[in-house]
Every structure is written in structure tokens, then in C-alpha cells.
């Protein structure tokens, strides 16, 4: 574990709490200390409980943990909420000069630091810095250098003009003196570094990542917590030539970015749970109009609205089966913050690459997070574009039918058709969510059906060869114990193994970010004694298709022409079935 | 693009299932006519279907085209075309798609403004599912699912287009075949989002909204002296109940279609082999 330091503000929703956090936090990034933080909210604007943490040491920080070193508390709740997380050398920075603020108890032998926040905001300038006056106070206890908070000052208020910058500054250093004056010194002392750190969420993440990857059409509903994705890519995207459109609904958002990858532009759109929900209805026609397009879902607690600001890993079935009908996919997990740049990349190229639909599965507990990297973890140079089978007017001729016809869902060995963006000559053809001949055309004939179902499936198996999804391993490599698990529990998974090592326990981890198609973890199993499968949900759905994977093989009659079993056609299948060797039936 | 292009060239060599007589030949007609004489073809015009009789559409015309989901017509041809703006986008579907399934995104894409056109053909009837009532069937119009008719006012999607802002409205006929491509021109022609209503007859399950009925009922705005530049007039003849109005009903000839407003340049579809030149200022930011 690294030598870290916990430190959270809390108080109601309007406290301006993240922003107050997110100035500590970024102060902290920029004296070369890393930082990783979490959230407790609600839903709702005002009121209520919401508290911002922030985990920082010199080294690298991976996970939230159970205490708090340092809490700034602007309501008496803040204290109670976080009561099990405080210990005997916790100090509590709070204002005990407010009349609801008072009679505060402070649990256990935690310290308590009465600083008048507000009366010394007034005296910088106004109330409105009460909260910067705790992080003063806050930069004083911890022995952190005050100068590190104005830069990030300096970056939060630099739009209002000087005089705000220099009143915060100012406020900044009232709190600090209150506590030299009335308090003296403290144990911590928070070193900083020369190491330039970025500080980033998983929703940004995604957002530079789309950005970087060439996507320019993004068409989303706003929603907890997908709603940042959106933001970060508003405007931003307007500089490299795209644009960002608020639909109406899931329902038009999805359709609007197929239509802009009908277009031949990268579109993404991304959401949460119940946005999920409606966008299903289109994930067939995605696939079956073989349409290259990015579905990010930014997984909160469901069902229905369930609890829209807490985290869960419950829609891994729903991106792996959401949609009547079979519909071939990806469904990639980034299981870092970092990684969920880098995912978002390749989601980009293998939506290209095979004319599918792409789930990118993240979840609230990276969306909310922050956290520092090296700015070469997002080395721009390493970014790759592949298009895949794009044709233009000049070799569109190999792909024209003896009547000079686009065969735009050719059956092609690979399973993969050519692509002729609008726009492109003699490239004029028709896509359906119908079943449809090569030509795009509608079609109920059986021979033509099984044809484009199986040239469809055949490019989850070319993929299957030609693209490397693997998992990421930590740990013993020889070790009895074997732990799997996807999404983002791989940072508290790496830490927790560091502890369980020092009681003694050897684990092998694997962390999984392909969900389908995914690595064959049959050899791994079997190797190990005790297999464990974490994840954040009630019912264990990643367990379940882990173990469906190890499950001994059952041979399989599978009729999808569109017309019904025959009892006499069935008696000779399963004649057949039984004198053909299982192996061969796989 | 071409000046020789003919409009059969936007026939496809599938034949239509249509029933013999139904209104949507002469619609589709029109809309072929119009796209031809408006300088486009096939290969930089994209055709968006909704589901439904009308949405066979797609697969009759020879166009970059998309039959897509139920309802959905409308968001997708926005996708396409805020991607690349240089296609010309048509969107086509029926009633049912545009006034019930998809009615919250019809009066969105009314107030979006983008440069499309949307061409409906508005049977009154649910046809493909053989005979039940849609949302601009007569109150009293009885059918298998509703045995003593609706029992709730039609739709007036005229006045639902003006309500949201609307820079284009016109009815057309498709009985009335060059007054129907006469029309759909000019909402091609319209710098932002061109709406039309077809009567588009359904000779198979509505016995009231007939070709003789629209005959009879039709005035031709052309024969009156309307001028579509002004709002109020529109909506006179949009809430009129006694008459059925042929012709543009209203046009803002100020209208700047939603892509332009929002800088969107020119196709999206471009991209380089790599990150694009200052990717890395975007990780810059966030020190």
C-alpha cells in the first residue's frame, strides 16, 4: 500500500463541494503527488449529503480505502456519514461559529479544528470563500505548500479576473495562519515532486478518446453518469470538425449517430441504464445494416432508475444480449481510467473493422473518479485509425454485381463487405433492419437468410483470429487462487492483493476487458485450486459466463432459415448429430 | 453530380408489392421527380424509410438508402445529414411512423430545422397490418381495433408542425402527379426542413378517405390568393376543418437550416490515420 493520505470535504448538494474538491485535488496533481478520487452524491441539486475524497500519495494510488485522515466537514451530516472511516489521528476541519455547527461531537479521539471558515472568507472579501479558507486550513494541517493551491486557483477563477484570484489566494492563507495561531503543528507532512501529472476522469477519458480516434458525430440524451462524456465533447469536437447533438431521447440519439455512420463519420453515442433500455431497440438494426457504431454505457445501479448516483456492474447482460433477435457484437470493459481511453480507440477500429455495433461498458465508479497520469499514458503518436474495408470510386468496380450493383453486405469469406461512404459513385444502395440480399434488398428467401446470418457471425469469428482480446494479469502467476474480474476493480483488486500478500495469501489475477469476444480462461481455471469472480453486482453475471465458458460441451441442432422444425427433418438431425463425432460438431 | 440524370434513374429494378392503385406510387413518383429536377442523383442522395407500406420505399427508389426502426426515420436522416451535408436527404414514412410512434421526433426535427425533406404519406389507416386505426383516422373511423371508431380527434400534424416552429409546411395529393412533384420540389428546394403531408390514398382498408373524397375535398392553394409568408394565414387554413388545402401552406424564406447555425462545414467522414493534429493540447488541459 502506498503511503497515503485521505482527505474529503462534504457538506450539501449547492456547497459547491466537487468544485472545492476537484482545486485540492488538482493542486495536488500539479506538486507532482498522485491523486485519486471518489464521490458520495444524490440525485438532486441542492441539499442533502455530498462529499468529495481525494486519496494522494507520491506513488501511484489505484483504489478508494476505508479511512479519512482529513475531513473538512460543512455540515454536521458530513461527520456522521463518514463516522467509520475516521480514526485517532483524523482531524476535522469545520466552522464552528455556524449555528448549526455548535454543539458538533466529535467521534473517538479524532481532532477537532474549529475554524470560523466563514468570518474569515468575509474578511478576504466574502462568504462566497468560505471553502477555500478550509482548503487553507487544509494545507496547514497536512504541511502542504500553499503555493501549489494557487496555481489551481489561479486555474479554477483566472476567467473572473485578478481581484477574485488574489481574494481567494488570500483566503486561502487566512485559513492556514487561523490554524498556525490557534493550533500549531501537525504530524503530516505532504511531500511534492517535479513529476507534471493531467488529472482525468473516465467519462473525459472516453470524450478524448472518441476525440482522438476520429470520431466526429455524437448524438446523446443527458444522463447520470454518462452526462460528462458529452460535456467533454462539446465544442471540443467542434475544433477537429464534428458536433455534438442533445436528441430528444435514447431513441433518436442512437439512430442519429447510425445515420451519421451511414454518412461514413465515427459516431458515438453513450448513456446509462434506463438510456440503454430504449436504445435497444435499434442495436439490431445497427447490426444487421452492419453499421460501424460506438454504444458507450456508463453502468449506475438499476433496475429502473435504482439509484442513479451508485455504482454497479449490472448491465453486463444486457450489452451482451440486449435485442430480440441474434445479434452479433462487441463488448469491450476498460478496466482502468486510463484504459478507458485506450478502449474507446479500439472500440472506434473494431466498430470499423467489422461493421458492428460496439458496446463500451464503464461504469459510475470511473466516470466519477479522477485520477493522475503521466500525460504520455494518452500518447497521441500510439493512437492508430483502421477504417477497414472502406472502397472509393476508384476500386468500387470489384465490388459492383453483373448489373453494375453495389453489393454492400457481400458474403464475403471473412464475413466482412466492402463500404462505399454516400456520396461515393455507383456506390447507391439500400440497407434494412429487414433480412436483406447482398444488395441490401429485402428478402425471406431461406438460402439468401442463412447466408447473411452466417456471413454476420463469421466476423466475431475473423476477429476472434486476427485481434488480440486478452486479459490483463497481476499477481502469482503459480499461485492456487485464481481471481477474475472485469471493469473497473481492477485498481482495488491490485491493491487488495498487495494486503492479502502481506498475510500471506498468493493470488493470480486476471482482469478482463473483453467481454465478448473474450479470452478462453478454460486453461487458467483448470490450474487453479479456488476460482473467485468479482464484480459489482447482486447475481454474478460475469461468473455466469465464465462458467457457461468451462461448462463441459453439449452438441447442438440449430435451424434459423425462418421456418419451423419438421418432426421427420428433427429425426434425421439427430440421427446425424449422433453418428458424427462430437468434436466435429463444435 | 449530373445534369442529364432522368428520375426513372432513381427507380430501383424491385417492383413494388403496393396494392394495385395505392396512393404511394404516385407519391414515390413525385418524390423521384422532384430529386431529379433539383439537380441531385442517386449517388449523393440519401433516402431515410420508416416501417410500414411507406417504408418499402426505400427499396423501389436506387439511392444511398435506409429502412430503419419503427418510428425512427426522422433522427436518422438528421445523423446523416449533420454528417455530411453535402448529400441530400430525404426522409419518407407514414402516418403511423411519423404521427404515433414517431411523433416525438417529428416535432423535434420540425424545430432542429435541418436541410431535409420529409415526405409523408398519410393514408388515415394502419394498411400493412391490414386495417386499424392510425393517428389521423376519423373519430368515427370503425376498424378491427377500434369497433366504434377511435373515439378521439385526429392528428393535425399541419398544426403540430406550425406549433414547433416549422419554416415549411405544404400538402400535397399523390393523385394530382405534377402538383405532388411540383411540391416536393420546392420543399427540397427549402433551406431547412421541408415537411410535406401526402394524401396518399389506401385503396385496400379505407373506404372514407378515398381518391374521390380527396378530389372533391381539395382546394388547390395555387387557385386561391394565400401567401405562404404569412403565419397567420397558415394557420387559418392548417386549423380549417371543412377544407383540405393542396400546395405550400407555409414557408419562412428566412429559414437557416440547423447544420449552418451550428458550423458543421462540410462531410464528417474524412478523418487522418492517426490522432488528429493538437490531440495532444486535449491531454494538456487537463494538467
Redesign the interface.
Known amino acids: 500500500m502506498p503511503e497515503d493520505l485521505n482527505w474529503a470535504i462534504g457538506g450539501e448538494a449547492g456547497d459547491g463541494i466537487d468544485s472545492t474538491g476537484k482545486i485540492f485535488a488538482q493542486a495536488l ?2 506538486a507532482g503527488r498522485h491523486v485519486f478520487t471518489s464521490k458520495d452524491f444524490a440525485s438532486r441539486i441542492r441539499g442533502g449529503y455530498t462529499a468529495y475524497k481525494v486519496r494522494t500519495s507520491v506513488d501511484r494510488v489505484e483504489s478508494v480505502v476505508d479511512r479519512l485522515d482529513i475531513l473538512i466537514a460543512l455540515t454536521e451530516r458530513t461527520i456522521h456519514e463518514n463516522e467509520d472511516e475516521l480514526h485517532e489521528d483524523s482531524v476535522i476541519i469545520y466552522d464552528g461559529e455556524r449555528s448549526t455547527m455548535q454543539d458538533v461531537e466529535v467521534p473517538g479521539d479524532a481532532t477537532a479544528l474549529e475554524v470560523p471558515l466563514k468570518r474569515l472568507a468575509e474578511d478576504a472579501g466574502g462568504a462566497i470563500m468560505l471553502n477555500v479558507v478550509a482548503l487553507g486550513a487544509a494545507c496547514e494541517v497536512t504541511g502542504f505548500p500553499i503555493e501549489n493551491l494557487d496555481e489551481s486557483l489561479e486555474k479554477r477563477f483566472g476567467d473572473k479576473g485578478e481581484a477574485i484570484v488574489e481574494n481567494n489566494k488570500e483566503a486561502a492563507r487566512k485559513g492556514q495562519h487561523y490554524v498556525q495561531e490557534e493550533y500549531g503543528e501537525f504530524d503530516y507532512d505532504m511531500e511534492t515532486t517535479d513529476e ?5 476522469n473516465g467519462d ?1 477519458a472516453i470524450g ?1 478518446g472518441a ?4 470520431c ?2 455524437y ?1 446523446g440524451y443527458p444522463i447520470t453518469p454518462a452526462t460528462d462524456v458529452m460535456e467533454y465533447m462539446t465544442g ?1 469536437v ?6 455534438v ?1 442533445q ?3 435514447e ?3 442512437i ?13 458515438m453515442t453513450a448513456t446509462s441504464g434506463p438510456g440503454i433500455d430504449l436504445m435497444t ?2 442495436f439490431g ?1 445497427v447490426a444487421t ?1 452492419e453499421t460501424p457504431l460506438v454504444i458507450c454505457d456508463v453502468m449506475r445501479s438499476g433496475p429502473s432508475t435504482g439509484m442513479p448516483t451508485k455504482q454497479e456492474q449490472g448491465d453486463l447482460n444486457m450489452t451482451l444480449y440486449g435485442g430480440h433477435g441474434e445479434i452479433p457484437r462487441f463488448v469491450v470493459a476498460p478496466t482502468t481510467v486510463s484504459e478507458c481511453f485506450w478502449k474507446t480507440v479500439e472500440a472506434f477500429n473494431l466498430a470499423e473493422k467489422y461493421q458492428t455495433p460496439v458496446f463500451l461498458v464503464s461504469d459510475l465508479a470511473m466516470a466519477v473518479t479522477e485520477q493522475t497520469f503521466s ?1 504520455e499514458t ?1 500518447d ?2 500510439e ?3 483502421e477504417r477497414g474495408k472502406v472502397v472509393d470510386e476508384n476500386d468500387i468496380d470489384t465490388w459492383l454485381d453483373e ?1 453494375g450493383r453495389f453489393q454492400a453486405h457481400f458474403a464475403a469469406a471473412d464475413g466482412v463487405s466492402p463500404r462505399a ?14 433480412e436483406h440480399d447482398e444488395l441490401g ?2 428478402t425471406e428467401d431461406t438460402e439468401v437468410r442463412i447466408e447473411q446470418v452466417d456471413k454476420r457471425q463469421r466476423k466475431v469469428e475473423t476477429a476472434r483470429e486476427q485481434e488480440d482480446f486478452d486479459y490483463r494479469e497481476f499477481g502469482d502467476p503459480d499461485a492456487d487462487t485464481l481471481v477474475i474480474s472485469w471493469g473497473s476493480n481492477e485498481g482495488a483488486l491490485r491493491e487488495g492483493l498487495t494486503l492479502l500478500e502481506e498475510d500471506g495469501y498468493d493470488v493470480r489475477f486476471l482482469s478482463v476487458p473483453y467481454i465478448f469476444p473474450r479470452p478462453d480462461l478454460s486453461k487458467e481455471i483448470e490450474a487453479a485450486d479456488d476460482v473467485i469472480v468479482v464484480e459489482c453486482n447482486a447475481t454474478g453475471q460475469f461468473a455466469d459466463v465464465i462458467e457457461h465458458d468451462v461448462l463441459e460441451r453439449v452438441q447442438r441442432i440449430n435451424k434459423y432459415n425462418g421456418v419451423r422444425f419438421k418432426a421427420d427433418e428433427l429425426a434425421t438431425e439427430i440421427k446425424q448429430t449422433l453418428d458424427t463425432p462430437a468434436e466435429a460438431t463444435q | 453530380m449530373s445534369s442529364d440524370v432522368r428520375f426513372t434513374d432513381f427507380k ?3 417492383q413494388p408489392t403496393w396494392c394495385p392503385g395505392c396512393g404511394d406510387f404516385g407519391t414515390m413518383n413525385g418524390m423521384m421527380k422532384a430529386l431529379a429536377e433539383t439537380g441531385n442523383d ?5 433516402i ?1 424509410a420508416g416501417i410500414g407500406c411507406s417504408g ?1 420505399i ?2 423501389y427508389m ?8 419503427h ?2 426515420a ?11 451535408p ?2 441530400e436527404v430525404m426522409v419518407s414514412g407514414g402516418d403511423g411512423d411519423g404521427y404515433s410512434i414517431g411523433a ?2 417529428f416535432i ?1 426535427a420540425v424545430r432542429r430545422n435541418v436541410d431535409m425533406s420529409y415526405v409523408v404519406m398519410d393514408n388515415r389507416i394502419y394498411g400493412l397490418t391490414k386495417g386499424q386505426a392510425s393517428p389521423t383516422s376519423r373519430e368515427d373511423f370503425e376498424t378491427s381495433t377500434s369497433p366504434d371508431g377511435p373515439n378521439q380527434p385526429p392528428v393535425n400534424p399541419k398544426a403540430l408542425a406550425l406549433a414547433s416552429g416549422a419554416t415549411f409546411i405544404a400538402q400535397s395529393f399523390s393523385s394530382n402527379a405534377q402538383r405532388h412533384a411540383e411540391i416536393v420540389k420546392q420543399a427540397v428546394e427549402h433551406d431547412g426542413f421541408g415537411f410535406v403531408n401526402v394524401y396518399s390514398p389506401c385503396v385496400t382498408f379505407n373506404d372514407v378517405d378515398t381518391y374521390d373524397y380527396f378530389r372533391d375535398a381539395i382546394v388547390d392553394l395555387d387557385e386561391t390568393d394565400h401567401d405562404p409568408s404569412d403565419r397567420d394565414q397558415a394557420k387559418d387554413k392548417i386549423l380549417e376543418s371543412e377544407k383540405e388545402y393542396m400546395g405550400v401552406l407555409y414557408q419562412d424564406e428566412n429559414s437557416v437550416p440547423f ?1 449552418e447555425r ?8 474524412e ?6 493534429e ?3 493540447d ?3 488541459e ?2
Open positions: 496533481s500539479r507534471d501529472y493531467v488529472l482525468l473525459e478524448m476525440i482522438a480516434a476520429g466526429r458525430f448524438a471540443r467542434d475544433q477537429f470538425g464534428g458536433k447533438v436528441a430528444e431521447d431513441l433518436s440519439a439512430n442519429m449517430a447510425l445515420g451519421a455512420a451511414r454518412a461514413g463519420a465515427r459516431a431497440e435499434t438494426l445494416s500525460p494518452f497521441m503518436d493512437v492508430e485509425i448489373k461512404f454516400p456520396g461515393t459513385a455507383d456506390g447507391a444502395h439500400m440497407t434494412t433492419g429487414l434488398r429485402r | 430501383s429494378d424491385k442517386p449517388d449523393n442522395t440519401f431515410v418499402k426505400g427499396t436506387h439511392s444511398y438508402a435506409l429502412h430503419g426502426v418510428g425512427r426522422l433522427p436518422v436522416g438528421i445523423g446523416v445529414k449533420m454528417a455530411n453535402d448529400l416525438g421526433h423535434h447544420e451550428e458550423g458543421v462545414e462540410g462531410s464528417m467522414a478523418i487522418p490515420d492517426g490522432a488528429p493538437g490531440a495532444m486535449l491531454v494538456r487537463f494538467y
